[in-house]
């Protein structure tokens, strides 16, 4: 299982998943945006998030959050 650190921020709640901000590649891929489950955020707010067990589907980074900690409260 490999771990994954994440510094966004978020932009929108969904039901299953919290969608953030990025930009960038993984495993060579494009990604647009990361969504992160298990996890509660709140929008607006920048967070350190580790996460594992990613999936790439459509420039999109589908994860799995174990630990969050919000940046600048």
Known sequence: MRKLYIISIC???HDQY??????GF???S???KVMV??????I???????V???KLINSVLYCNGVKSKKLFN
């Not at 919290?18 to 930009?23: I, L, M, T």
């Not at 607006?44 to 580790?50: D, R, S, T």
Request: aromatic share 16%; charged share 35%; proline share 0%.
């Open 30 to 32: 494009r990604v647009n």
């Open 44 to 50: 607006g707010e920048e967070y350190l998030i580790e």
């Open 52 to 54: 594992i067990n990613c």
């Open 26 to 28: 993984y495993n060579g």
């Open 18 to 23: 919290s969608e953030f901000h990025f930009k």
């Open 11 to 13: 932009k929108k709640i």
């Open 37 to 42: 489950s298990r996890l509660r955020f709140d």
